[in-house]
């Protein structure tokens, strides 16, 4: 269901109904490997491909 004027809130709440405890736990080991491999890989050509790949998700970084 796709609404317009969705809020935060409204995700949040919806969010907290459709994830599961596993599919909660797999997102933040996602996010926290990829902060381990920024924050311990500083290798410029490691850090602009991660970087971009943050953009390519739709993060904004920046």
């Known amino acids: ?3 317009t004027n969705e ?3 409204d ?7 459709e994830l599961t405890p596993e599919r909660l736990a797999a997102g933040l080991l996602l ?3 990829l902060g381990f491999t920024l ?7 490691a850090h602009d491909s991660m970087h971009n790949f ?6 904004t970084c920046h």
């Open 1 to 3: 269901m796709s609404r």
């Open 7 to 9: 809020t935060v809130h």
């Open 11 to 17: 995700r949040i709440v919806t969010a907290r109904s």
């Open 31 to 33: 996010v926290a490997a």
């Open 39 to 45: 924050l311990f890989l500083q290798d410029p050509v």
């Open 54 to 59: 943050r953009h390519a998700a739709g993060i």
